[in-house]
């Protein structure tokens, strides 16, 4: 398996892209969609569990997409449809649609759409649509955000609403906490609606404010690999939710609006001022997370990316450790890498299973995937999937 060309990552991501969207919409609904949308997965560099504690994020889109074929409909249904989930189309009334039912499955993540844009007062009449995603489900890659923004972009630019991209993602991410019920940050729908081709996403999640950073690793002779651990992990139970409510009151016993607004400098007698343990380390990890999104950056601009990766290690003990939101897979995949040559490595997203990222020298890529790999089967875990992150576009149009 080659893991150094950008072809590898395009190449398997590309296939939702090529999927025949369009013919089979109409093979479903008996007519050509209006459009066809795209938005991507995303992989963060950097700066975890701090998107709701107004903290920095620095994510990139990653190839791999979720496309939609979509038209209107003015007479109130809301009709859709997976090429990636076994059954039929799935029909609802969209001013019947209410947050929080558990019979939905994959389809409340397009249904939250239309209810979080009709609750905003934007004039969505109904729609037919059909998905088809190459974003692996459960990995951390962000599959439901690019679900979420595919379809906000389509039902935007369909029904004329002139809604900004943060303003699709914040949206967007209403759908997942109100609707769906997952309290997650606006870092995934904002790198998939927001991001560009070449560029890591430097995100302040506490007014939205971004700036794209060049991210050419290749150029420094470096290659940033996903580990898909196969682990799947689902942020609905409960994990994640109790960590966000331990920052939140973390937050409150600081006198603090948000986690965001205590100085790095200040961490350790901030900590001396909380009594609950798992409450400290919360705060630890937030804090010293977002100070290390400032140092990622520092590094980046000033040309030194392979300084990164004993930040990419901090960071991974710091989850592991403080946050404890790793698991025995991904620890694996960041012992195995450091120990044949990696720079650094930490796992990604929300945790509990999912991905990791691997910073490596190109011409070691192959042997650290491999060595990944052996330690994988030698722990008897299922084979892991590897590829190259390549900082790829976020949501357009296609068709």
């Known amino acids: 398996m080659s893991v150094t060309g950008e072809a590898a990552g395009r190449g398997v991501a590309g296939e939702a892209?090529?999927?025949?969207?369009?013919?089979?919409?109409?093979?479903?609904?008996?007519?050509?969609?209006?459009?066809?949308?795209?938005?991507?997965?995303?992989?963060?560099?950097?700066?975890?569990?701090?998107?709701?504690?107004?903290?920095?994020?620095?994510?990139?889109?990653?190839?791999?997409?979720?496309?939609?074929?979509?038209?209107?409909?003015?007479?109130?249904?809301?009709?859709?449809?997976?090429?990636?989930?076994?059954?039929?189309?799935?029909?609802?009334?969209?001013?019947?649609?209410a947050p929080l039912r558990g019979d939905l499955g994959w389809a409340a993540y397009p249904a939250g759409v239309v209810w979080a844009?009709?609750?905003?007062?934007?004039?969505?009449?109904?729609?037919?649509?059909?998905?088809?995603?190459?974003?692996?489900?459960?990995a951390g890659l962000s599959s439901s955000a690019a679900l979420e923004v595919v379809c906000a972009l389509a039902l935007n630019d369909l029904f004329g609403l002139g809604l900004s991209r943060p303003e699709l993602a914040v949206l967007a991410q209403r759908a997942e906490n109100a609707f769906v019920g997952v309290p997650c940050g606006v870092m995934d729908q904002m790198a998939s609606a927001c991001a560009i081709e070449g560029h890591a996403l430097f995100l302040d999640t506490r007014d939205l404010s971004y700036r794209q950073v060049p991210f050419d690793l290749a150029a420094q002779g470096l290659r940033l690999l996903v580990v898909d651990t196969r682990v799947k992990h689902a942020l609905g139970d409960g994990a994640y939710a109790e960590r966000r409510a331990g920052c939140e009151a973390g937050a409150r016993a600081l006198g603090v609006r948000s986690l965001r607004e205590v100085p790095y400098v200040q961490l350790p007698e901030s900590l001396a001022?909380?009594?609950?343990?798992?409450?400290?380390?919360?705060?630890?990890?937030?804090?010293?997370?977002?100070?290390?999104?400032?140092?990622?950056?520092?590094?980046?601009?000033a040309?030194?990316?392979?300084a990164v990766g004993p930040v990419l290690n901090e960071g991974h003990a710091s989850l592991r450790d403080d946050l404890r939101v790793s698991c025995p897979e991904l620890d694996l995949v960041v012992e195995a890498a450091n120990a044949a040559g990696a720079l650094g490595a930490r796992m990604t997203g929300g945790g509990f299973g999912g991905s990791a990222i691997v910073l490596v020298a190109e011409e070691r890529a192959e042997s650290v995937a491999a060595a990944v790999e052996k330690a994988f089967a030698g722990a008897g875990f299922a084979a892991p999937g590897i590829f190259p992150a390549v900082p790829s576009a976020g949501a357009r149009r296609e068709a």
């Open 273 to 301: 001022r909380l009594s609950e343990e798992s409450v400290r380390r919360y705060v630890r990890h937030v804090v010293s997370d977002n100070h290390r999104v400032e140092r990622t950056i520092a590094l980046l601009d």
């Open 17 to 97: 892209a090529r999927t025949d969207v369009a013919g089979a919409f109409e093979a479903l609904y008996g007519a050509a969609p209006e459009g066809v949308w795209a938005a991507p997965g995303r992989v963060n560099l950097i700066g975890e569990y701090t998107d709701f504690n107004d903290g920095f994020v620095m994510p990139l889109a990653l190839p791999h997409t979720a496309v939609a074929a979509v038209s209107r409909r003015d007479d109130g249904l809301l009709r859709l449809h997976s090429a990636d989930v076994e059954g039929g189309v799935v029909v609802l009334d969209v001013a019947a649609l």
């Open 117 to 138: 844009l009709r609750a905003a007062g934007h004039p969505v009449t109904g729609a037919d649509i059909h998905l088809a995603s190459t974003v692996p489900t459960g």
């Open 303 to 306: 040309g030194d990316a392979a």
